[in-house]
């Protein structure tokens, strides 16, 4: 068991050991079964939480205020327009007004130094919804997801296919390091990780016996995998003119029938979401119309098939974030 996490932040993966992300994976396991028992958990009633939005959301933001409810907590949403920060109050100011009125506070936004800034000046908790360099609450969902599904989830491989230096799959690489989980990132040469991550995240998998790999070949990289993993091409705050040149670089790496097939038999597949598999959204009737495309990162046949394991991904977000809170909090 690692020390008690109370009192501390959650904004990236590389804070916390091996021990720690463990612990956090078991206490939602727990949360997991209460909320399907229906064994009421309100062990932080009176507690208050706020969640500040720069960005848009659908499974973080109800992520957070289910599991606030579900703990006894009163849960604030603030969304991108609606608070002064960074416009007409500092990130300091406001971080340390926030801090006298709730417990805790969860940031989604850009920089990484924003939601560091926050922590530090707070005074309570704060937890990272996604920033442009890392989305760690949403790597815990994805290792229940895939413990669930084989019962255990060291010496697998994941490979992330696609745009693999964003926020995503930057932290799939820690989360992989540390947990002694094969990463591979699979995608063009431009859109690989930073190179400083890399050896910092090579260094930790050397620790838990476990390998990072970067590959341009498809075959080579969806070898073996148990686990393919992939993110829409554009990410929250990226301007819209780049679609069309990450469409040229990442098509070869969309998740298909022949990168299944090619993978272990029995391996899944994952998504964080919101995903383009389908031309059933505006942005997927936009880009189709401009470039033709049906689908994007993932064919929508591999996205509706028995091995995509995507909405109980989802579902886990949930009961993830819930041990986080709780963990911190209590
Ligand atoms: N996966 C994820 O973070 O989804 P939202 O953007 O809907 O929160
Ligand atoms: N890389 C995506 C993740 C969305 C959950 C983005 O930042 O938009």
Same mark, same amino acid.
């Given at each position: 068991?690692?020390?008690?996490?109370?009192?501390?932040?959650?904004?990236?993966?590389?804070?916390?050991? %091996? $021990?720690?992300? @463990?612990?956090?994976?078991?206490?939602?396991?727990?949360?997991?079964?209460?909320?399907?028992?229906?064994?009421?958990?309100?062990?932080?009633?009176?507690?208050?939480? !706020?969640?500040?939005?720069?960005? %848009?959301?659908?499974?973080?933001?109800?992520?957070?205020? !289910?599991?606030?409810?579900?703990?006894?907590?009163?849960?604030?949403?603030?969304?991108?327009?609606?608070?002064?920060?960074?416009?007409?109050?500092?990130?300091?100011?406001?971080?340390?007004?926030?801090?006298?009125?709730?417990?805790?506070?969860?940031?989604?936004?850009?920089? @990484? @130094?924003?939601?560091?800034?926050?922590?530090?000046?707070?005074?309570?908790?704060?937890?990272?919804?996604?920033? &442009?360099?890392?989305?760690?609450?949403?790597?815990?969902?994805?290792?229940?997801?895939?413990?669930?599904?084989?019962?255990?989830?060291?010496?697998?491989?994941?490979?992330?296919?696609?745009?693999?230096?964003?926020?995503?799959?930057?932290?799939?690489? *820690? *989360?992989?390091?540390?947990?002694?989980?094969?990463?591979?990132?699979?995608?063009?040469?431009?859109?690989?990780?930073?190179?400083?991550?890399?050896?910092?995240?090579?260094?930790?998998?050397?620790?838990?016996?476990? &390998?990072?790999?970067?590959?341009?070949?498809?075959?080579?990289?969806?070898?073996?995998?148990?686990?393919?993993?992939?993110?829409?091409? !554009?990410?929250?705050? $990226?301007?819209?003119?780049?679609?069309?040149?990450?469409?040229?670089?990442?098509?070869?790496?969309?998740?298909?029938?022949?990168?299944?097939?090619?993978?272990?038999?029995?391996?899944?597949?994952?998504?964080?979401?919101?995903?383009?598999?389908?031309?059933?959204? %505006?942005?997927?009737?936009?880009?189709?119309?401009?470039?033709?495309?049906?689908?994007?990162?993932?064919?929508?046949?591999?996205?509706?098939?028995?091995?995509?394991?995507?909405?109980?991904?989802?579902?886990?977000?949930?009961?993830?974030?819930?041990?986080?809170?709780?963990?911190?909090?209590?």
């Amino acid at each position: 068991m690692p020390r008690s996490l109370s009192g501390r932040s959650f904004l990236k993966l590389l804070d916390f050991s %091996t $021990e720690e992300i @463990q612990y956090l994976l078991e206490l939602a396991k727990d949360f997991k079964r209460m909320k399907r028992a229906g064994t009421p958990h309100k062990y932080l009633a009176g507690k208050n939480i !706020v969640l500040l939005f720069e960005k %848009t959301s659908t499974r973080t933001r109800c992520s957070f205020e !289910v599991a606030g409810n579900d703990l006894g907590m009163g849960v604030t949403y603030l969304d991108p327009g609606s608070s002064q920060m960074g416009k007409k109050e500092s990130l300091e100011d406001t971080a340390k007004v926030l801090g006298r009125m709730f417990d805790g506070i969860e940031y989604r936004g850009f920089d @990484q @130094q924003i939601v560091e800034n926050l922590a530090k000046h707070a005074g309570v908790p704060v937890w990272n919804g996604l920033t &442009t360099d890392f989305h760690p609450t949403q790597m815990l969902a994805d290792v229940l997801t895939i413990e669930e599904h084989f019962g255990h989830y060291k010496g697998l491989t994941m490979v992330f296919m696609g745009d693999a230096r964003n926020n995503v799959a930057n932290s799939l690489m *820690v *989360v992989s390091a540390k947990l002694g989980i094969n990463f591979v990132a699979c995608g063009p040469k431009d859109n690989m990780p930073d190179d400083k991550l890399v050896k910092t995240c090579k260094a930790i998998a050397k620790e838990n016996g476990c &390998t990072i790999t970067l590959t341009e070949d498809v075959k080579k990289g969806t070898k073996n995998a148990d686990v393919i993993y992939t993110d829409i091409w !554009v990410s929250m705050g $990226e301007p819209d003119e780049i679609w069309e040149q990450r469409i040229k670089l990442l098509s070869p790496y969309q998740v298909n029938d022949a990168v299944m097939a090619n993978a272990n038999p029995g391996a899944i597949f994952l998504h964080c979401l919101p995903s383009f598999h389908d031309l059933e959204t %505006t942005i997927g009737v936009d880009i189709h119309k401009k470039f033709g495309l049906p689908e994007m990162e993932v064919t929508d046949k591999v996205f509706r098939s028995p091995q995509s394991k995507v909405f109980d991904e989802a579902e886990n977000r949930m009961h993830t974030i819930k041990a986080v809170m709780y963990a911190t909090l209590k």
